[in-house]
Structures are given as structure tokens and as C-alpha cells.
């Protein structure tokens, strides 16, 4: 019924109202399963519209829909057009980007190339370009630009998947990664919250160890105001007092905006820059002692999904009913635990942090276990599911993780796989080994081709193997 309802509407409208109506239209006739409608009218709204930003996003839209299909060559044509644009500056970047990638997918490998040159030369290229600037260098045989690149990639301005795979393509070329440089061991020294509030400092204690959590949030809120108008020592000094009463979701915010810049883009081998530990915490380990943990998970990779879900906050509810810090949905919980031969949890026990890592690490478990130890699949499942999982594989057989991951049908669950890998790299580093802990579940090789989509699905072309060209099923941008 939407769709008529919108057409309807777009009648009584002009102008750019009736080009955001037309926008929505064909954007819900795409989720409902109709994909070639769904681009047809996109593509009329664009022909209408040619000069508004509705133009830009519709040939956007519909170079995202044949992407997702694996019709690369038609990808790549909407993507130029919505380059072409006159209202393409905002997403100029994003669908440079775009257009590259279909050319990989093509085989157009130094096209691609190009454009990933262009970014670099002009400073502005983030770590994927590095990336896959280094992989189309493997692909041509030409190691030395490839070992260039990948030492950018491994040393990102901040924590990225794409350091992840970078470091593990090195080793593999045996080469070592880079360390950030080592400065004197002068941290910013926390300002305690009691230097300037002892009383009510003690009072929101109190609170929080009498478990009134919400009273003792405001409280201390009440004691500190906005975290922007506090300065570095002190933003610091109160991340360690929450951390302290144990209220990680508050600590992690303290850690220091932008402290990054100061400690670095990413943290050295157990780092002793406190901020590193209360952005990335191993949080309630006090209640997670003894508890049931099943082998083949490691403890970093459920820190690494925790931080992702929650942010440690206990009592978090996604719009979706997904609960507590590991972000369960209730029947989720209940199917895992009756595979554990535990009592059926409530829906308030999921936000105990005790019962919500269990089933979340046995969760994860069988998540492993389906696919081999293969990290990345296990994330993807625990975001979205394995049956989204397997028809993602099923649909795209023998691609690289790499690529698979680049290739992933929803927005979120892309981003999703991509956070969580570079949460655990960082977990990794500042309590681990590094990558040594979690390389061989991450099946990556510098030898890997490329593969090509050729016939309708792409322009063939250079290198690489054929792959698969079915539809993935409805795109979720």
C-alpha cells in the first residue's frame, strides 16, 4: 500500500518536496522485493529531476541495487552518472569509491588504480585505499609498491579493519609491521573528581554500590556537567572514577575525545596510556569470573563485539528488542540456553552482565564452529544472522574474505564486521599478542587473485578468476 499511498502524494507536490516523495517511493518499492521496479523508477526520477540532489541519490541508489546483483558494468555507468551530477559534491568521495570497486570486480585493475593513485597523491586516501591499492600491486606482481602501501594501511589515524588485514598480508610477506613511535612514558595525569566535589562524590558511591544505578548516573552528572566543558585531566580523572564504580558505558565516554591524536592512531603493545584501557576496557571482569567459557572463543573477541553492541551499557534495548551488553534477543538467548541445559534466562536477566557473556560466548561458539574458526564470518553471523550468512556464501562462492566482506548486501552488517575486527585488534594489542593471537582465523594470503566478474556480470578483463553473479537478494543500503 506504500507505494501507491507515495505516487499519490507526489502528485499534489512539486519541486524538491516531490523529489524526496518519488525518492521514497522507489526506495520501499526496492525493500519490498522489487528491484527492477524499484530502479526503474529511480532512473525516471533522476531524468526528471537532473539538477537536484534526488538525481544524485537515485543513480546512487541504483548503482548500489546492480551492485548488490553483480551486474558491475551497470554498476559502474550509475555511478559515473551520479558523479556527473551537478549535486554530487557531498558524496563525491563515496561514489569515487564505489566506481573504483566496480572496475576491481571488472578486472579493470588499472582504472581502479587510478583513482586510488589520485587519492593518495593528494594526502587524502583512508587506510581501504591503501588496502586495495596494495592488493591490485600483489595482483600485478609488483611487491614493492604492494609492501609500500600495506605499511600505510597497517598504520592507520585510527583503529581499522584494514590495518588488520594489512599487518597480516605483511607477515605473510615476511615483512614486519610498523610500531608507533615510542615517546616518553609522560601520560596525561588524571585530576580526581574528589579534589573538587569529595562530598558528593562519596554520595554518588553510595549509589552505586547500593546498585541505584539511574540515581547514581544523575547524580554524578550533576557533579561534572558536560563532558566538552571539563578539561583533558579532568575528563580523565572522572573515566577513571567510572570505571571504578564500575559504569564502563560512562568510562569509555570520558576516555578523552580526540586523545587519539596525543597517544596515537593506535595503541603499542600494552600500552600504558590509561586512556587506551578505559576506551577499550575489560569490563565487569569481577562477575565473569568462573563463569562457563567456551575454548575456541577468545576473551578479546567478546570485549571486541560488547563494545560494538553496547558500549558496556548494561541496560541497552536496540529498536529492534536486542537487550543488555551483549545485545541478545531474547529468543536467541533462550535457543542457546537450552542447548547449554540452563534455565530458560528472563528478558531482565539479559542485561546481567554474568548470563548476558555467557550465552553471548556460546553464541559465538557456534558461530565458529560453522564456519570453521573464520573470525570475520562468525562476526557477520552474530550481526545478522547465519542464514543470512550462508546465503551470502551460497550466492558468492570462493571470494576472498576480503572482498566477500566489501560485497556484504547490509550497510550494517559491513560496518559492523568491519568495527568489531578493529576493536579486536586494539583489544589484542593492549592485552594479547597482537595479531599473532587471531591470524589464522582470518584467511587472508598476498597470493589470493582477484576474482573477475565477467559476461552480464561484469567486463572481464585482467587477472583473477571468475566469480559468482547472482542476485544476493533485496539491498539494504
Not at 39 to 50: D, N, T, V
Not at 167 to 195: A, D, W
Not at 202 to 228: I, K, N, T, V
Amino acid at each position: 500500500r506504500a507505494v501507491p499511498i507515495l505516487e499519490r502524494l507526489a502528485k499534489t507536490t512539486s519541486g524538491k518536496e516531490r523529489a524526496r516523495v518519488l525518492l521514497l517511493a522507489a526506495r520501499t518499492q526496492g525493500r519490498l522485493g522489487d528491484v527492477e521496479g524499484a530502479i526503474a523508477s529511480y532512473a525516471s526520477l533522476a531524468s526528471e529531476y537532473k539538477a537536484y540532489p534526488a538525481a544524485t541519490e537515485a543513480w546512487r541508489k541504483i548503482g548500489l541495487l546492480r551492485l548488490d546483483q553483480g551486474r558491475y558494468t551497470e554498476a559502474e555507468e550509475a555511478f559515473q552518472r551520479a558523479l556527473d551530477t551537478p549535486a554530487a559534491g557531498a558524496l563525491a568521495e563515496e561514489l569515487e569509491w564505489k566506481l573504483a570497486w566496480t572496475q576491481v570486480r571488472q578486472g579493470k585493475f588499472q582504472a581502479a588504480d587510478e583513482h586510488f593513485r589520485a587519492w593518495i597523491e593528494k594526502g587524502s586516501a583512508a587506510p581501504h585505499v591503501h588496502y586495495w591499492h596494495a592488493r591490485l600491486a600483489l595482483a600485478r606482481g609488483d611487491r614493492d609498491s604492494a609492501v609500500t602501501a600495506l605499511r600505510v594501511a597497517a598504520a592507520p589515524a585510527s583503529p581499522s579493519c584494514y590495518a588488520v588485514f594489512a599487518r597480516i598480508l605483511l607477515r605473510k610477506l615476511g615483512v614486519t609491521p610498523p610500531e608507533p613511535e615510542k615517546g616518553p612514558e609522560r601520560f596525561l595525569e588524571p585530576v580526581s573528581p574528589r579534589k573538587n566535589a569529595e562530598t558528593g562524590v562519596r554520595r554518588s558511591e553510595a549509589l552505586y554500590g547500593l546498585g541505584f544505578f539511574e540515581w547514581a548516573r544523575a547524580d554524578s552528572w550533576a557533579l561534572h556537567g558536560r563532558p566538552s566543558r571539563l578539561s583533558a585531566p579532568e575528563r580523565l580523572g572522572w573515566g577513571v572514577w567510572y570505571q571504578q564504580v564500575g559504569d564502563f558505558a560512562r568510562a569509555t565516554r570520558f576516555a578523552g575525545a580526540g586523545f587519539r591524536s596525543r597517544a596515537g592512531g593506535y595503541p603499542r603493545y600494552h600500552d600504558g596510556d590509561p586512556r587506551w584501557r578505559l576506551a577499550y576496557p575489560r569490563a565487569f571482569r569481577d562477575k565473569l569470573e568462573g563463569i562457563d567459557w567456551p575454548d575456541t572463543v577468545p576473551e578479546d573477541l567478546v570485549y571486541a563485539i560488547m563494545r560494538q553492541e553496547s558500549r558496556f551499557d548494561t541496560w541497552a534495548v536496540s529498536p529492534a528488542g536486542a537487550r543488555g551488553p551483549m545485545q541478545l534477543m531474547p529468543e536467541t538467548a533462550r535457543e542457546v540456553a537450552r542447548r547449554l541445559g540452563m534455565p530458560a534466562p528472563s528478558t531482565r536477566l539479559l542485561h546481567d552482565p554474568r548470563t548476558a557473556v555467557t550465552l553471548g560466548a556460546w553464541l559465538l561458539a557456534g558461530h565458529l564452529e560453522r564456519y570453521g574458526g573464520n573470525l570475520p564470518l562468525a562476526i557477520a553471523a552474530y550481526n545478522a544472522g547465519e542464514a543470512a550468512v550462508d546465503r551470502w556464501l551460497e550466492e558468492r562462492p570462493g571470494l576472498p574474505i576480503d572482498v566477500f566482506l566489501e560485497e556484504i548486501s547490509y550497510a550494517e552488517t559491513r560496518n559492523y564486521v568491519r568495527k568489531v575486527l578493529a576493536n579486536l585488534w586494539v583489544y589484542s594489542r593492549l592485552y594479547g599478542r597482537g595479531l599473532a593471537d587471531f591470524a589464522d582465523e582470518i584467511p587472508l594470503e598476498p597470493a589470493s587473485p582477484l576474482p573477475v566478474v565477467s559476461g552480464s556480470g561484469g567486463g572481464g578483463g585482467q587477472g583473477g578468476t571468475s566469480g559468482g553473479g547472482g542476485p544476493w537478494g533485496t539491498f539494504v543500503p
